[in-house]
């Protein structure tokens, strides 16, 4: 008979395509059986009669110990924030390694690389910033490091790190001769540049001037441009954060018709309106992000889009900023919209927010919890052996307490930002428990693991480089 190192017993086990009770078997980190384990040996056994048990968070979208477009370094540490996320629920994340103006992207990469080292106490891997295509480098170093492993690259289209289209037509290309899946932020330069001036010569500096500064349509213009890129390419792209209704259709319908395109949204889009920012004062500056909230119809459409399959999984673009000098008020109190950083945390807050609204309050099938949280985006982008519970893959697990209510306070998060954005907001279900490779790394809302324990991904092939259509032939007959 087969000994296990750790049973978690007479759970509910709720993965994308499974619902039910079931006892887990762990061995050397893995998950080696599913089922009734009562006889089984073991050197431990935990009875979890009355909790779920869903595959770890998967969170591909974070912004950790990074230096911001404005020179701003972000509040988390990979220690703090990946402690929070731990804590949240999340197992294993993808940060970004931002190229700054005139560096070598292998040079970003290992700054990263390093930090993640010492710090990260969860699983982890990067998204390449290419932010200046006029190093003499960057397209080998491009090359290079998607075949060592770094298998996502993310371009601007806005602010001051955007890419020309020329530009995101060159990375394009060497990511779908490569293997790479190319991540965009999708909105339109010129209409928001134009929208914030005239805001800011009018007076209007008050944070909630930033929503307006924001035009539906910087998104939905550059949406649906990166939308006809993926159509000529033959190659999927994936759009980040969407907050619009007509993003969304616009994605929907290249769906309809072939177009290989992937979609995500954030927490913050589904359950926060642009209201948000109109607080008294400076207050409004600590929900700020970009693209902001909208409005409750979005919301509306956000939700029915994960219900049919248009946005593919929700992140939650942990963007994390202190709300004092060091911050979002590094410019000081007394400045227009357009001088405070951008961001909220959200690494801790996801999976329960998420967890509330689908599981206990039904809004999708439960299922679905686990496959826009984990599964989905570990397929999506290639994190071999996690966001799933079966045998042979990583346990990376949480036990949650279905019935669990807590209502969030002013700073009850462990990251380093100092304030909670959902303060007030009930939830129902909670995070009691998390496990890394089989390992508990946080428990009764205390941290476990040690900095530096997290392991780095390696992701030798994702969907992008496998599900290609035939790559567009560039002839006579192509020419209008």
């Not at 889009?305 to 008020?329: C, I, M, N, Q, W």
């Not at 927010?353 to 290639?382: C, M, Q, W």
């Not at 346990?395 to 462990?414: F, H, K, M, R």
């Amino acid at each position: 008979m087969s000994r296990y190192d750790l049973i978690l017993t007479s759970a509910r086990v709720l993965t994308a395509t499974h619902d039910g009770i079931a006892d887990i078997g762990i061995r050397d980190g893995k998950i080696a059986a599913l089922g009734d384990l009562s006889g089984a040996e073991t050197g431990d056994r935990r009875d979890l009669t009355g909790k779920v048990v869903t595959p770890g968070g998967v969170d591909v979208h974070c912004h950790i110990e990074q230096m911001s477009g404005m020179g701003l370094m972000n509040a988390d540490t990979f220690e703090t924030a990946t402690r929070s996320a731990a804590i949240g629920g999340t197992t294993s994340v993808i940060s970004f390694a931002a190229q700054a103006r005139g560096q070598r992207l292998s040079d970003a990469m290992s700054d990263y690389a390093s930090a993640a080292c010492r710090g990260a106490m969860i699983d982890h891997a990067f998204h390449m910033i290419v932010a200046d295509m006029s190093v003499p480098s960057v397209a080998e170093d491009m090359r290079r490091l998607i075949g060592e492993g770094h298998r996502s690259i993310k371009v601007f289209t806005t602010y001051n790190i955007q890419l020309s289209d020329r530009e995101i037509c060159e990375v394009i290309g060497i990511a779908r001769e490569a293997g790479a899946l190319v991540c965009i932020h999708a909105e339109n330069d010129g209409l928001i540049g134009w929208t914030k001036e005239r805001l800011v010569a009018a007076g209007k500096h008050a944070p909630r001037y930033h929503a307006v500064s924001h035009p539906r349509l910087a998104e939905i213009e550059a949406v649906e441009r990166m939308i006809r890129f993926a159509e000529f390419f033959a190659t999927p792209l994936m759009l980040f954060h969407i907050s619009t209704r007509e993003a969304l259709d616009a994605i929907r319908a290249a769906k309809a018709r072939g177009v290989p395109v992937w979609a995500e949204t954030c927490p913050h889009y589904l359950m926060m309106a642009a209201d948000f920012l109109d607080r008294d004062g400076i207050e409004g500056a600590k929900w700020m992000c970009s693209p902001p909230q909208r409005a409750t119809d979005d919301q509306v459409a956000l939700w029915e889009g994960l219900g049919d399959g248009t946005l593919s999984l929700v992140s939650s673009d942990h963007a994390p900023y202190r709300f004092d000098e060091t911050g979002k008020l590094s410019q000081g109190r007394d400045v227009d919209f357009s001088k405070i950083a951008n961001g909220l945390p959200g690494l801790e807050v996801r999976m329960p927010l998420l967890f509330d609204e689908i599981v206990s309050k039904g809004r999708l099938p439960a299922t679905e919890f686990a496959r826009l949280t984990a599964t989905e985006p570990a397929r999506l982008y290639g994190l071999s052996g996690k966001g799933d519970i079966a045998e042979g893959f990583d346990a990376d697990l949480v036990v949650w307490g279905p019935y669990v209510q807590v209502t969030y306070g002013p700073d009850d998060l462990n990251d380093n930002v100092g304030y909670n954005p959902w303060e007030g907001r009930t939830v129902t279900g909670w995070p009691e428990m998390t496990l890394l490779r089989g390992k508990v790394v946080a428990e009764a809302g205390a941290v476990r693991a040690e900095p530096g324990t997290g392991r780095w991904i390696d992701r030798p092939a994702i969907g992008a480089a496998t599900d290609r259509s035939p790559a567009p032939e560039y002839t006579e007959a192509t020419m209008p």
